[in-house]
Structure formats: C-alpha cells, structure tokens
C-alpha cells in the first residue's frame, strides 16, 4: 500500500510535467515576435506621450484662460480637452482587446484572453465559409489556369530533367521501404490465385494452332532434329550398348551386336532423312498430331482437365514458389538500377514523355481544360469532403494556445497598429473639440 501510495503523486507530478512542456514551449518568443513586441513598446510610448502631451498643454491653456490671455486660450483648452478624451477612450478601447484596463474586471473587456476559443470557432467557420466553398475554389483554380502553366513549365528541358530525377528518387525510397519479404508473398499469392481460377488450356490450345498454323514450330523441329543427329554421331556405341543391354540372356552375344548395330543404322537413316527432307511423313505426322492436340485443348474436356491438374501440380511446387517469389527481387534491382542511371532507358522515356506532354498541355487548350477540369473537380473534393476537418484544425489550435501567450503573441503583430488609434483619436478629438468650440462660439455670439 505504501508503495501505491507514493507511486500516485508521482505519476501525476509527471502528467503535470508533460502537461506543461507545451504550455512552456508556447510561451518562447521568436526573435521576430521581440522585435515587434519592442516596436509596440515603442508606438504605447509615443501615444502615451502625445496624451501626456495635450493634457500638459490643457492646463496651460486653462491656466492662461484664466489669467485673461485671450480668446485663443479658450480654443486651445477646447481642443486639447478633446484630444484627451479621444486618447482616453481609444485607450480603453485599445486595451480592452487585450486586457482589463487598469485590473478592473469591467465587462466586455479582455476580449482576446477570454473569447479566445469562441474567435478560434469563428476563424473556423469563416475560412471555411468564404474560402473552401466549391464556387471559390473553382473560380480561384480557373483563373490561375493551372493546365497552361504546367504544360509550358514541363514544356522546358531543366524542368523535365528536376521532375525525372524527383520522380526517380521517389521510386527508389520507395522500393527500399518496402521489404522483399512482403511484397513476394503478395506476388506470389495474387499470381498463384489468378493462375488457379484461369483456365489455360483453351488458350493455349488457341496458341498452338496458331502457332502450326504459321509454321513457327518447324524451326523447333529442326533444331530437335538436328541435334539429334548430331548426339548420334557422337554417341553410336551407347545407342548400340543400350540396345545389346536389353537382349534377352539366352541369345547369342554376336546376335546382340549385329541387332543393336541394325537398330543403330535405322535409327541414324531415320534422323538424317527427317532432317533433310521437309516433306518427311514423319513431319506430316507431328503436324497432325499438334494440330488434334491443339483442337483438344480447346474442346476435349478429358484433356483440358488433365492440363489443369497439371497446372496444380506445378504451381504446388516448392520450386515454382520459389521462382515466382525470386521474380520480384529480379523486378527490383532492374527498375532501381534504371532509375540510378542518368541514360537508362526509362528515365529516358520518362522525360521524354514528360516534355511529350508538357508541349501538348501548352499548346492544346483541349489539353489545358481537360487538366483544369481534373484539378478543378480534385481540389473541390477535397475541400468539400474534408471540409471540417481543415476548419477544426484551425479552431482546436487556437483552442490549445495558452490565453496570455496568445494575446501577446496577437498584440505582438497588431499592437503597433491599434497605438496608431490612439495616436488618431488624440489628433480627430482635438479636432472635433476644436471645431465644436468655435461654432458654439460663432452661434453664441
């Protein structure tokens, strides 16, 4: 229990901790933000000083009215009476935004600090209102007209050259991100799937006649042939072993020979006649043959579900796993290479390709629309969809700044400003005082 008891407070001096690390971390000025705060230092003395200022020039003025100076005292001590009450109520105003004046807890002052999430709320809802609403956006996107600008920027070779080499950079952290591992079990998967549910062999029943049809499996043929030929050449006397080997024990060994020397000799005649004469019937035979398969492929279904079991029985194989999974790292290594490499192939078609399309969006205005159009209705998606979303990063925010931090940090920007009031409501209250004195003076008299 006691280690409970001491473990509790310390968890909560260390949320209270954590807690205020933001609250600190807020109230760091930039550099910037103490120059401004030094301006408006500077710009409250000076509107301080011209309030201290007519009201020193009001007593004096007073005073000489008193004393019987003569009329133009009156109308000084008319104006500067003014000018301090146009100080004076700029100065509550001004003040007011930001703090209670003078500590006095006065209603509707220390606007900022205290309405501070409400005005959050209200940036919220009027950037909102007034700058992601779809009319606003497509005007804004129309009048920049994006498509143009983008066909004549990629139109430019250094431009085309930045976007292939960003687009290049891009390929290669990607494919260093992702793990080989992952992606050969996704390829291996989806290709063993797609494998299964295809049925094959009416396709390559279609092949084949096709490829009878057009000759091509003659050259085949041909090279069969002729390395056969040439493999008996070389191996006459492992034909001929071969042949006395399977003779039965009870016939006579020169028998063996002069039968496996036979066997040899047909076998040979069989193989040169077949390479040298095209029309060889042998030939016509296989012909025949490829073509009744080819047929049976595509309709016997006997045959086709035999070629399927087969598919299954190969694609079920360790090592067809393996080659199929090993393709990937093959893929890889070939497209990182190409995008290393300044004059592969690809990047080379790829910038091609982009000044390919550069030129045509800069001259095409079929092209400049159709983009707009896509950029148009992108960017009105994303507004209108997430909407909310944009508008609550704005009000939780300024929902998280600390009140005092944020009211120095908005005097800090506006203050010099807001002193320029005080500064003019000191000189329009002169003024008006000025000029109420003197026709109350001309209607008096």
Not at 77 to 98: C, I, N, R
Not at 149 to 161: N, S
Not at 342 to 364: F, K, Q
């Amino acid at each position: 229990m006691e280690r409970t008891t001491t473990a509790v407070p310390q968890a909560d001096a260390e949320a209270a901790d954590a807690a205020a690390v933001p609250r600190r971390a807020m109230t760091v000025f930039s550099p910037a933000d103490e120059e401004r705060r030094r301006g408006v230092r500077r710009m409250k003395l000076t509107a301080t000083g011209l309030l201290l200022f007519v009201a020193v020039v009001y007593v004096l003025a007073k005073w000489a009215e008193h004393t019987g100076a003569g009329a133009w005292a009156g109308y000084v001590a008319a104006a500067t009476e003014a000018g301090m009450v146009g100080a004076l109520a700029d100065w509550f105003a001004v003040t007011a935004l930001f703090r209670h004046p003078l500590g006095l807890p006065i209603p509707h002052t220390a606007i900022i600090p205290t309405k501070k999430d409400q005005l959050g709320v209200s940036l919220g809802e009027f950037v909102g209102e007034n700058f992601l609403s779809e009319d606003v956006v497509r005007q804004r996107l129309r009048a920049v007209g994006i498509g143009g600008r983008l066909g004549a920027w990629l139109a430019r070779p250094e431009h085309a050259d930045r976007v292939t080499a960003e687009l290049a950079t891009a390929l290669r952290g990607a494919l260093t991100v992702l793990r080989d591992s992952d992606v050969q079990a996704v390829v291996g998967e989806a290709i063993t799937r797609r494998a299964a549910v295809q049925e094959i062999a009416p396709g390559l029943g279609k092949m084949l006649e096709k490829i009878v049809a057009d000759g091509g499996h003659r050259r085949v043929v041909d090279l069969v042939v002729s390395r056969a030929h040439d493999w008996l050449v070389l191996h006459g006397d492992s034909v001929m072993d071969a042949v006395q080997g399977g003779a039965p024990g009870w016939t006579p060994k020169f028998v063996d020979r002069k039968v496996g020397e036979r066997v040899y000799r047909e076998l040979l005649r069989f193989v040169t006649e077949m390479r040298d004469m095209p029309s060889h019937p042998a030939r016509g035979a296989l012909d025949r043959f490829l073509t009744d398969f080819a047929c049976d492929l595509q309709s016997d279904g006997d045959t086709r579900a035999r070629v399927e079991r087969l598919k299954s029985e190969v694609l079920g194989r360790g090592e067809v796993q393996d080659l199929i999974a090993s393709a990937w790292s093959a893929v890889r290594s070939m497209i990182v290479s190409a995008a290393e490499d300044e004059r592969s192939e690809l990047r080379m078609r790829v910038r091609a390709s982009l000044l390919s399309l550069g030129n045509r969006m800069a001259e095409d205005p079929k092209a400049q629309g159709k983009v707009d159009r896509w950029v148009e209705g992108a960017a009105v998606y994303v507004v209108t969809t997430y909407r909310k979303e944009i508008t609550s990063l704005i009000t939780d925010t300024v929902a998280g700044w600390d009140a005092e931090h944020t009211t120095r940090k908005i005097e800090a920007h506006i203050g010099r400003d807001l002193q320029f009031i005080r500064i003019n409501g000191t000189v329009v209250g002169s003024l008006a005082g000025l000029l109420i004195y003197t026709v109350s003076r001309v209607l008096g008299a």
